[in-house]
């Protein structure tokens, strides 16, 4: 057997261990799902079980219902992700391409933001929320989850709109077109695929964002990760209902990235060459 064949097996062995422990956590949900409380707690753990829908039936039409946690996490998730993108875009194409006054400083002051630790804010974010009565609302939440997904996507952004030539916004001006016109007919399409990655980013952090979440929700509006913790209780733990909730949580993130993978694959693959209208 050749070096080169050996090389390949070694990389290929390796690459499938590390997919293992990627997916491990996944699977290990998935099949605690499909059990009773009684097979979940066996030990030694049972690999051969009979497979039930039960967690699913009782935390979807059960009495502690999660399917109204679920939507509550979807219009914080989805309006978080419009209002993020619909700021974020002018915002980063203004960094990328404007030249004015305090430019340096605003950048900066896009990248401090991410930097600061979410438990020594969440305290301050409170009493605003209370004192302008946006507490368990999702207004309210929403406009707290802006104030760090913004930077985050702004910051994100300015990569992609760096890495158009100013060949193409010159051709759009001498053309007669003004600059909003030329963002959306030209620039825009050319960064899709960095938007989409974007998009997935933001979506991903309010759906999965808890901290915040506990402090400013409740019993109106209370997305589906604080909604996990009504099966933990100090006399027990319900781990086939908590699996189930937690596998129905992660299909939305998962379609999504399914859907848009085609223009995340693009997307991350942006600035791979090298020279693209930075200046």
């Known amino acids: 057997m050749t070096a080169k064949r050996l090389r390949a097996i070694a990389l290929l062995a390796f690459s499938m261990v590390f997919l293992l422990a990627w997916a491990f956590p996944i699977i290990w949900s998935v099949l605690n799902s499909l059990k009773t409380d009684s097979d979940v707690l066996a030990y030694p753990p049972k690999l051969v079980f009979s497979p039930t829908l039960e967690a699913y ?6 009495s502690g219902s999660i399917l109204p946690n679920l939507l509550s996490s979807a219009i914080i998730s989805v309006g978080t992700t419009i209002v993020t993108m619909l700021m974020a875009v002018p915002a980063a194409y203004a960094l990328a391409r404007l030249r004015f006054r305090g430019k340096k400083f605003a ?3 896009v990248l401090a933001t991410q930097m600061l630790p979410p438990v020594g804010i969440i305290i301050p974010y409170f009493l605003v929320l209370r004192n302008i009565g946006w507490i368990d609302t999702y207004q309210g939440i929403i406009l707290i989850y802006l104030s760090f997904s913004l930077p985050f996507a ?3 952004l300015v990569s992609y709109f760096e890495d158009i030539p100013f060949e193409m916004e010159e051709a759009a ?3 007669g077109a003004s600059r909003l016109k030329t963002l959306w007919l030209i620039i825009i399409p050319q960064v899709r695929g960095g938007i989409a990655v974007t998009v997935v980013f933001v979506f991903l952090n309010a759906w999965n964002e808890f901290l915040f979440a506990v402090v400013l ?8 990760t604080v909604a996990m913790f009504n099966f ?14 937690s596998v129905l949580a992660m299909l939305p993130v998962v379609v999504l990235g399914v859907v848009a993978q085609k223009h995340i694959v693009k997307g991350l693959t942006v600035g791979a060459v090298k020279g693209g209208g930075r200046r």
């Open 57 to 62: 039936r009782d935390v979807l039409f059960g």
């Open 107 to 109: 950048g900066f002051y």
């Open 154 to 156: 702004i910051w994100l």
């Open 173 to 175: 001006y001498l053309d």
């Open 217 to 224: 929700s409740g019993n109106t509006v209370r997305p589906v």
């Open 232 to 245: 933990v209780s100090v006399e027990q733990t319900l781990w086939a209902k908590l699996a189930a909730v």
